[in-house]
Nanobody, 124 residues
Framework: QVQLVESGGGLVQAGGSLRLSCAAS????????TGWFRQAPGKEREFVARISAGGLNTIYADSVKGRFTCSRDNAKNTVYLQMNSLQSEDTAVYYCASARLGLAGSRPHDYAYWGQGTQVTVSS
């Protein structure tokens, strides 16, 4: 069974950048789409971004479009989320998730495996 581990979260000032990583073990990420979601305190989990298995197709939530970039290195079995121009509204726990297919949408039930999450805190 695939296990996902996120890293790269932390505390950053507004306007700053972070790069999150999602590393897989016990299986390979390369045949499947990988998504990023986030959950802020008191709010539901929301979709952030998704990258297709081959890495050529990405989709983003409107709230992060133009600021966040999702990429993958299948040789390293790792997916990344580069986050620029961070705002206080981006504060949340960020999760990566692996889908069952090479393409997936923005709904949590499209994804079979989830990491434990990494905290991102943006101070204003």
């Amino acid at each position: 069974q695939v296990q996902l581990v996120e890293s790269g979260g932390g505390l950053v000032q507004a306007g700053g950048s972070l790069r999150l990583s999602c590393a897989a073990s016990g299986g390979t990420l390369s045949p499947y789409a990988t998504g990023w979601f986030r959950q802020a305190p008191g709010k539901e989990r929301e979709f952030v971004a998704r990258i297709s298995a081959g890495g050529l197709n990405t989709i983003y939530a409107d709230s992060v479009k133009g600021r966040f970039t999702c990429s993958r290195d299948n040789a390293k079995n790792t997916v990344y989320l580069q986050m620029n121009s961070l705002q206080s509204e981006d504060t949340a726990v960020y999760y990566c998730a692996s889908a069952r297919l090479g393409l997936a949408g923005s709904r949590p039930h499209d994804y079979a495996y989830w990491g434990q999450g990494t905290q991102v805190t943006v101070s204003s």
